[in-house]
């Protein structure tokens, strides 16, 4: 039994076929106050593949993430136009269930942040939330999350520990981990190695590329040597505003617009 036994949201999975569009972002604007932070945004996003979105401080690119989940809606100044069509449903419709979406969509942030419990508890919390009680289904399915986030060997033996114990980089793939375990349809991923060593972003890089098989990926970065290595697609934000959209390979070797050209060689950023 799996979490999906559970819970039976009305946002169906479409069938399993790469070019799917999971999100259709279309002429989104949005405002922090008077502050226009994303100007006219029109953005697909296709299922199972690494979406990369890159562009120098300020840009708008977190704050574009964040709209794919609604965080946003927590800063109270924020007003939208325009669409997000996730799954082809409007999630900016004021009767869309934003709790729906949250457990559908999930968020690895830029600095691991553990709950203040066992290494254990991190990962069954989500599916005890959602109903799980079942303690054989819970070990299954904590089991099978720490697999899937390549840290089961580092942690199986320590699972009674806090998991304010463990590294930085394993703290980070236990919060995938913790992710996993409510089975979404979608991860979205702000900066998640900005905080870790090289080892551990390369565990971590590694990791996406292999969740990418099951899930459908969009990653906020700084690092475009990381974009360049793991996405498949990457979207080139300046000023809040979308200069470049491409397969990542094009992007980086043959941009059409200077502004992309002079950001990937440092020329501003």
């Keep these: 039994m799996s979490l999906a036994t559970v819970k039976n949201p009305s946002i169906k999975k479409a069938p399993d ?8 972002t279309k002429n989104l604007n949005l405002w922090y106050g008077d502050t226009h932070a994303l100007k006219d945004i029109n953005l697909a996003i296709n299922e199972k593949e690494i979406t990369a979105i890159i562009g120098p401080s300020g840009c708008g690119k977190s704050t574009y993430l964040k709209t794919l989940n ?14 997000i069509e996730y799954r082809s449903q409007n999630i900016l419709n004021k009767n869309f269930k934003v709790e729906e979406l949250r457990t559908r969509v999930g968020m690895v942030f830029q600095k691991p942040n553990p709950f203040p419990k066992s290494i254990y508890e991190n990962v069954a919390y989500g599916p005890k939330i959602h109903g799980i009680r079942n303690k054989k289904i819970l070990d299954e399915i904590v089991e099978k999350s720490f697999k899937d986030a390549f840290i089961w060997d580092e942690v199986k033996d320590r699972l009674k520990e806090n998991a304010y114990g463990l590294s930085g980089g394993q703290q980070q793939r ?26 551990s972003t390369l565990k971590v890089e590694e990791l996406v590329q292999q969740l990418k098989e099951d899930y459908s990926i969009v ?14 697609k990457t979207a080139f934000f300046l000023n809040g505003e979308i200069v470049e959209f491409a397969d990542t390979e094009t992007l980086f070797s043959n941009p059409s617009d200077q502004r992309t050209e002079d950001y990937i060689t440092g020329r501003f950023g």
Aim: proline share 6%; charged share 20%.
């Design 219 to 232: 990653i906020v970065t700084h690092n475009m040597q990381q974009a360049a290595r793991i996405s498949d």
């Design 174 to 199: 236990l919060c995938i981990a913790r992710t996993l375990a409510i089975e979404p349809d979608v991860i979205l991923m702000d900066e998640p190695t900005s905080a870790l060593d090289p080892i």
């Design 17 to 24: 076929t790469k070019q799917n569009i999971v999100f259709n």
């Design 70 to 83: 609604r965080m946003v809606d927590m800063v109270p100044t924020v007003k939208t136009s325009g669409d």
